[in-house]
């Protein structure tokens, strides 16, 4: 399994932005999915993007017009550009890609999460 490290979280104050990036700890040639979810204490991990191979984006309604998923490199695969940052926004943001295995299969690798605090 691959492993994942997020950057780029941190403090900032609303309407203000981030870029997140997901490090690689080998490698990946073939990812079929890649993405990024984000969690709160108390709550279910939820969708904020996604990209698949093809090109296809997926958005949370929430985050739509201000978020921006891209395909990064081997080493640095996926970026999450946030703009237009609200206190809701607050949450420990993971990497996820689900990437192609030698034997033919599917695998699903995620980060262990980066902290984006939205406040004054």
């Known amino acids: 399994q691959v492993q994942l490290v997020e950057s780029g979280g941190g403090l900032v104050q609303p309407g203000g932005s981030l870029r997140l990036s997901c490090a690689a700890s080998?490698?990946?040639?073939?990812?079929?999915?890649m993405g990024w979810y984000r969690q709160v204490p108390g709550k279910q991990r939820e969708l904020v993007a996604t990209l698949t191979s093809g090109g296809s984006t997926d958005y949370a309604d929430s985050v739509k017009g201000r978020f921006t998923i891209s395909r990064g490199n081997v080493k640095n695969p996926v970026y999450l550009q946030m703009n237009s940052l609200k206190p809701a926004d607050t949450a420990v943001y993971y990497c996820y890609l689900k990437t192609w295995t030698v034997v033919g299969g599917t695998e699903d690798n995620w980060g262990q999460g980066t902290q984006v605090t939205v406040s004054s």
């Open positions: 080998r490698t990946i040639l073939s990812i079929n999915v």
